[in-house]
Nanobody, 123 residues
Framework: QVQLVESGGGLVQAGDSLRLFCAAS????????MGWFRQAPGKEREFVAR????????YYKDSMKGRFTISRDNVKNTVYLQMNSLTPEDTAVYYC????????????????WGQGTQVTVSS
């Protein structure tokens, strides 16, 4: 059974950093693309970043470049999202997802999703 479990969220102040974790289990993910998405209250789900597990190639939404970094640890089977210089606009539930054939900036093609972790940034 495939499981994606996010953690690392919390309440921080503007300017702080957070590192999110996505622990993946249940199958080999070397052929998968792993993505991070977020959804703020009253807003649609938003693509944040993705990484090809095998090659390590990354792709970011333009507005996230320079502040967010996605990475993976093959030994720990974990994907990370390092978030720096957080602002209140980053407040959202952050989701990890996995898929074999995904669309660049949408959730299309992601087969598995985690339950999400809340990130709240106070001003």
């Amino acid at each position: 059974q495939v499981q994606l479990v996010e953690s690392g969220g919390g309440l921080v102040q503007a300017g702080d950093s957070l590192r999110l974790f996505c622990a993946a289990s249940g199958r080999a993910f070397s052929s998968y693309t792993m993505g991070w998405f977020r959804q703020a209250p009253g807003k649609e789900r938003e693509f944040v970043a993705r990484i090809n597990w095998g090659s390590g190639r990354t792709y970011y939404k333009d507005s996230m470049k320079g502040r967010f970094t996605i990475s993976r640890d093959n030994v720990k089977n974990t994907v990370y999202l390092q978030m720096n210089s957080l602002t209140p606009e980053d407040t959202a539930v952050y989701y990890c997802a996995a898929g074999l054939s995904v669309a660049t900036m949408t959730g299309i093609g992601y087969d598995y999703w985690g339950q999400g972790t809340q990130v709240t940034v106070s001003s």
